[in-house]
């Protein structure tokens, strides 16, 4: 399940996961849940998420770590919780991702396919 993003000032029509910054004293697999009721209005056990990838980066002005859970259990319908940020959901297929999904993402993806989680992605 991809949203596109919209009026954010950041890969603006690009698919992404639900995601977004850690809080101040908050855990990786809180922020997920979190974003997740906030994105995409599911409710998800702590227990259900799995983690996926890590992945260090940094740019001119950023730097952090991605952490790219996954899960396949929620309660509620996916939907656009925030349509100031996205214009468009939508369920696809790992194999058949749109050609413009952010590249984390993707890396994220591949790193799986392969049986690997950790991957220091730099951006430019």
């Known amino acids: 399940m991809l949203l596109r993003r919209a009026n954010t000032g950041y890969m603006d029509g690009w698919w992404a996961a ?60 996916p939907r656009i919780a925030e ?10 297929e790992i194999r058949a991702l749109p050609s413009n999904v952010v590249p984390y993402l993707a890396l994220a993806l591949d790193l799986n396919a392969r049986g690997a989680w950790f991957h220091e992605y730099v951006t430019g």
């Not at 922020?31 to 906030?38: H, I, Q």
């Not at 349509?83 to 696809?92: E, L």
């Open 18 to 77: 639900p995601g977004g910054h850690v809080d101040q004293g908050e855990d990786p697999s809180t922020a997920v849940l979190r974003e997740c009721r906030e994105e995409i209005g599911v409710v998800i056990d702590g227990d259900d998420l799995v983690p996926l990838a890590a992945m260090p980066y940094r740019s001119a002005t950023h730097q952090g770590v991605d952490f790219i859970f996954t899960c396949t259990r929620w309660n509620g319908e």
């Open 83 to 92: 349509p100031h940020r996205v214009d468009a959901i939508g369920w696809h």
